[in-house]
């Protein structure tokens, strides 16, 4: 199992993902917010800091402004309260969410 995870660890470090786009605080808040989109949760901004150990208020919200900002995570308003705001991720999410999820079948299968 560790060298199912080691090799996992190889072949995540090597996938192309630019670190100015996606340091590990901003990887953490992405998981956050696929994990309630995939159970079919709306997420808001005050949600992820109510629920999140992972930084500061301050730091969340500008993570997540780069988020946004990188393509990674859109802002819907709520129809009947535009002051209500939802993060969703975007396609761009689901395309690295499933690169790791092919990562992880690799790994699996011993193919590094």
Do not use: W
Not at 3 to 23: C, G, H, S, Y
Not at 65 to 80: E, F, N, P, T
């Amino acid at each position: 199992m560790e060298q199912t995870f080691i090799r996992f660890l190889n072949l995540k470090n090597a996938l192309e993902v630019d670190p100015t786009e996606l340091d590990s605080i901003s990887i953490k808040l992405l998981e956050f917010c696929q994990i309630h989109h995939h159970s079919g949760h709306r997420m808001k901004v005050t949600d992820i800091m109510k629920n999140s150990m992972v930084a500061s208020p301050l730091t969340i919200h500008r993570k997540l402004a780069k988020l946004i900002g990188h393509g990674y995570l859109c802002v819907q308003y709520d129809q009947g309260n535009h002051k209500r705001k939802f993060l969703v991720p975007t396609q761009k999410a689901h395309d690295y969410f499933a690169k790791l999820g092919e990562l992880i079948v690799r790994s699996a299968a011993g193919r590094a």
